[in-house]
């Protein structure tokens, strides 16, 4: 079993709709949870950032940390085709770098 | 004025062969990273340098080995290629190497291996 797990879609949606992505996690020591957006043939780029348990919003973004449940969740709210990418959700531990990726989130927003 | 570099963009070459990929970041971060990244888009941390130390050695097959010259390079030599070995390789980078930071990746160098 791998130690994050995201269901790799891919996902359609219309045009103003909400998406919501979500990864689950096995180590509890995880303390670090990004999100990051990769566009086709392109390096994956930060896009939200939370430590620890709690919610953080960032315009139609919102990234979502359960702890207790080893759950993590972005929500797109108004969403638009310029959104359409794979989305990775992406967690560290400790204090050297070391990022455990989910497989990522194929996303299609269509006009 | 671009953050994080790599060549080449693409690399085709025969099972066998040695290859190398070639990064720079000009971002002046003291950690550099390299990823793997599989048809299924899994992207898994293979090396990290912070200042020329390597810090990240992940399990992976002593085929593949960084060079670090100077901070601001890391590179990625491959020995004996295997065709499973065909992924998107990308360079990353970050100021200090903590888990809390942003790493800032390159553009990837598809290879493949025939």
């Known amino acids: 079993q791998k130690e994050v797990e995201q269901d790799p879609g891919p996902l359609s949606v219309p045009e103003g709709a909400i998406v919501s992505l979500n990864c689950t996690y096995s180590?509890?020591?995880?303390?670090?949870f990004m999100w990051y957006r990769q566009y086709s043939r392109k390096g994956p780029e930060l896009l939200m950032y939370?430590?620890?348990?709690g919610n953080k919003e960032d315009g139609r973004f919102t990234a979502q940390v359960d702890k207790s449940s080893k759950y993590i969740s972005l929500f797109i709210r108004d969403s638009q085709p310029s959104d359409s990418a794979t989305y990775l959700c992406?967690?560290?531990?400790?204090?050297?770098?070391?990022?455990?990726f989910g497989q990522g989130t194929t996303l299609q927003v269509k006009p | 004025d671009t953050a994080v570099s790599q060549t080449p963009k693409y690399l085709v070459t025969q099972m066998g062969n040695d290859k190398s990929i070639k990064c720079e970041q000009n971002?002046?971060?003291?950690?550099m990273y390299w990823y793997k990244q599989d048809s299924k888009k899994f992207l898994k941390i293979m090396f990290s340098?912070?200042?020329?130390?390597?810090?990240i050695n992940e399990t992976v097959p002593n085929r593949f080995s960084p060079k670090s010259p100077d901070k601001a390079h890391l590179n990625l030599h491959i020995n004996s290629l295997e065709l499973g070995d065909s992924a998107v390789y990308f360079c990353?980078?970050?100021?200090?190497?903590?888990?809390?930071?942003?790493?800032?990746f390159g553009p990837g160098t598809r290879l493949l291996v025939l």
């Open positions: 180590n509890s020591a995880f303390q670090y």
């Open positions: 340098y912070n200042n020329k130390e390597l810090i």
């Open positions: 990353a980078s970050s100021p200090t190497g903590g888990g809390a930071e942003t790493q800032y």
């Open positions: 939370t430590y620890s348990s």
């Open positions: 971002l002046g971060h003291d950690t």
């Open positions: 992406a967690m560290s531990a400790g204090n050297t770098g070391k990022l455990i």
